[in-house]
């Protein structure tokens, strides 16, 4: 069965820390782009960060460019994101999801929700002020 396992979520002071994980299984890995994704309550699923399945390529969404850092280790199967100056905003349901990356179709990743094939059942951040 495919899974995806996001943790490392919490409760953090405003300018803190986290470091969220996604634990993956069940499918060739090393094939998919890994996206990170948020929703606050009332507002819509939001990209935040994703890294291309070969060759690790990222994207940062503008408003968490230069304090989120994603990395993968395909070898462990995993995603982290490294969040540092957390803001109240970045307050959410944190999701990793996964999105075929055939060969031969780009190097780049991509944060559109409807592009991913699997998600994980997501993390919640709590940034207080």
């Known amino acids: 069965d495919v899974q995806l396992q996001a943790s490392g979520g919490g409760l953090v002071q405003a300018g803190g820390s986290l470091r969220l994980s996604c634990a993956a299984s069940?499918?060739?890995?090393?094939?998919?782009?890994i996206g990170w994704f948020r929703q606050a309550p009332g507002k819509e699923r939001e990209g935040v960060s994703c890294i291309s399945s070969r060759h690790g390529i990222t994207y940062h969404a503008d408003s968490v460019k230069g304090r989120f850092t994603i990395s993968r280790d395909n070898a462990k199967n995993t995603v982290t994101v490294q969040m540092n100056s957390l803001k109240p905003e970045d307050t959410a349901v944190y999701y990793c999801a996964a999105e075929h990356h055939p060969v031969g179709s780009g190097y780049g990743c991509y944060v559109f929700p409807d592009l991913y094939d699997y998600w994980g059942q997501g993390t919640q951040v709590t940034v207080s002020s």
């Open positions: 069940g499918f060739t890995f090393d094939d998919y782009d």
